[in-house]
């Protein structure tokens, strides 16, 4: 119930081509789905996230797609760059009440952008 | 503006040894966490502190424990290492309590238990 399933575990494509990354999770308390990027030697930094409430979301050239119904939100890269390399963790949390968080992580996806 | 700062980046212990690490937010941050990433995986979440109180834990042994200082810097110790507590440490700090404001991660501290 706790679990965020993410695939796929790594992801070879062509620089400007559009990188998929799915996730899906169990537990329908879940209201906060972020992605994180992490780059080697240096801690995950925040891309984009969204709430259950939209369908999807946009940032620049990053936008996650979420299916409610279906329990599953992916991560689309447009015309993805050699600097996107890196790893791709999707998360999810809850609201605990009162001041708690905590972040479920999924397992990552090692993305690699060709030239 | 200095983010999320740990310390040490990197430490070697043994079996049984103790180990302290350190964290240091954001200016301004009142809410630490605690993340651990083993090899090939996503952060575990270890404990979320806010305001000096312990306000999350995760599913983690005793030998695990934190504490947040008045000045909102924050320490993690294990006890009676084991080989699989080699890992990366995370901390992370953030401006509200919980998780749907932004958690910002510092780089770690590589530990690895011979």
């Known amino acids: 119930q706790q679990q965020v399933k993410q695939s796929p575990q790594s992801l070879i494509v062509q620089k400007g081509g559009i990188p998929i990354i799915n996730c899906a999770y169990e537990n329908t308390a879940f209201d906060y789905f972020p992605w994180y990027q992490q780059f080697p030697g240096k801690g995950p930094a925040l891309l984009i996230a969204i709430r259950p409430d939209v369908s999807e979301k946009k940032e620049g050239r990053f936008t996650i797609s979420f299916n409610k119904s279906a329990k599953q939100f992916s991560l689309h890269i447009m015309d993805s760059q050699p600097g996107d390399s890196a790893t791709y963790f999707c998360a999810a949390s809850r609201n605990y009440g009162g001041a708690t968080n905590k972040l479920i992580f999924g397992t990552g996806t090692l993305l690699a952008v060709q030239p | 503006d200095a983010g999320v700062t740990q310390s040490p980046t990197h430490l070697i212990k043994t079996r049984g040894q103790h180990v302290t690490l350190r964290c240091s937010p954001i200016s301004g941050h009142k809410s630490v966490s605690w993340y651990q990433q083993v090899l090939g995986q996503g952060p575990q979440f270890i404990f979320q502190?806010?305001?000096?109180?312990?306000?999350g834990r995760g599913n983690f042994p005793d030998r695990f424990s934190a504490r947040q200082f008045p000045n909102y810097s924050s320490e993690l110790n294990v006890n009676a290492l084991l080989l699989g507590d080699s890992a990366l440490y995370l901390c992370?700090?953030?401006?509200?309590?919980?998780?749907?404001?932004?958690?910002?991660f510092g780089e770690g501290s590589r530990l690895t238990v011979l």
């Open positions: 502190y806010y305001e000096k109180e312990e306000r």
């Open positions: 992370a700090s953030s401006l509200v309590s919980r998780a749907t404001g932004e958690l910002f």
